[in-house]
């Protein structure tokens, strides 16, 4: 019986200067208290990666994220209940949200959106649709109301997603997160304007349209994330993942883009400033 190969161990790549992790969650990662976030960042400062944003996909998860920020002032946070736990959004979770929205250490309402992917392999544990729908529109009025960008998770949700975008007020900045769409949703979403999110996925071999998405967003609608400690890019994929390891997928998506890392990474870190408010 052959054994399956060890996986690597995963490690930075070659420092890249003034990087940014747009969306990762350091709580996950095991990062809670201020020591445990403090050494993830400086983890993350020496592969170059300056500012992370990390998120809250439940109201406590959320809380942490908003502690984070507060530990340490290279992280921000975003905070919102998950759609698969969108169920979870009551009156006390409004109003929780509502104030974290307001602090100034808060730079976006998400993740929020569309999960039909766990619809179709857990309902029983997953908010049925109508229920996600209805907390995405109240996430998106925050949005709004706070002048904070909206994050959005979608999941084999595209059209779900953008027609309640249709039907909704817009905020000023729209990102979609981990994006994982079809061209022809990229392309819609960049007529939008709104901003695409590349996680380690666009750089599994099987994933050239992801690259090819990469390669189409204009300056100033391009991010990357790490979503950790979830979709470690290659060669570390099925290992965890974090911020300081941003730096594979920055590489592959300037090479996609014809680029030089280092412009990628200083067109990125604008987008990030500005998209964040910070």
């Known amino acids: 019986m052959s054994k399956k190969k ?82 979870e959004l009551d009156d006390v979770a409004r109003a929780r949200l509502t104030e974290m929205a307001a602090d100034e250490r808060c730079v976006a309402v998400g993740e929020t959106g569309i999960d039909t992917y766990w619809l179709k392999h857990d309902a ?20 709004c109301e706070s002048g904070k960008a909206l994050m959005i998770h979608n999941r084999e949700g595209d059209a779900e997603m953008l027609r309640i975008l249709d039907s909704a007020p817009r905020p000023e900045h729209v990102i979609l997160h981990c994006f994982s769409s079809p061209l022809d949703v990229a392309r819609e979403a960049i007529e939008r304007g709104y901003v695409l999110s590349f996680a380690g996925n666009v750089t599994f071999k099987r994933n050239e349209e992801l690259r090819e998405a990469a390669a189409l967003a204009p300056a100033g609608q391009l991010l990357v994330e790490t979503d950790a400690p979830y979709m470690t890019p290659e060669p570390f994929r099925g290992a965890k993942n974090e911020p300081s390891l941003i730096g594979h997928t920055a590489k592959v998506v300037a090479e996609a883009r014809g680029m030089e890392v280092a412009d990628v990474a200083r067109e990125i870190a604008e987008t990030f400033s500005r998209v964040y408010g910070v």
């Open 124 to 143: 029983e544990g997953t908010a049925p649709l109508e229920v996600q729908e209805e907390a995405f529109r109240w996430h998106i009025d925050l949005a």
């Open 6 to 87: 060890p996986r690597p161990t995963p490690v930075p790549a070659e420092p890249i200067p003034g990087l940014i992790d747009a969306h990762t969650h350091l709580a996950s990662c095991g990062a809670r208290g201020a020591e445990e976030v403090d050494a993830f960042v400086e983890r993350a400062l020496a592969a170059g990666v300056e500012r992370i944003c990390t998120v809250g996909d439940g109201l406590e998860e959320a809380e942490l994220a908003l502690q984070a920020a507060h530990f340490n002032e290279r992280v921000f946070a975003a905070c919102a209940i998950h759609p698969t736990r969108a169920h």
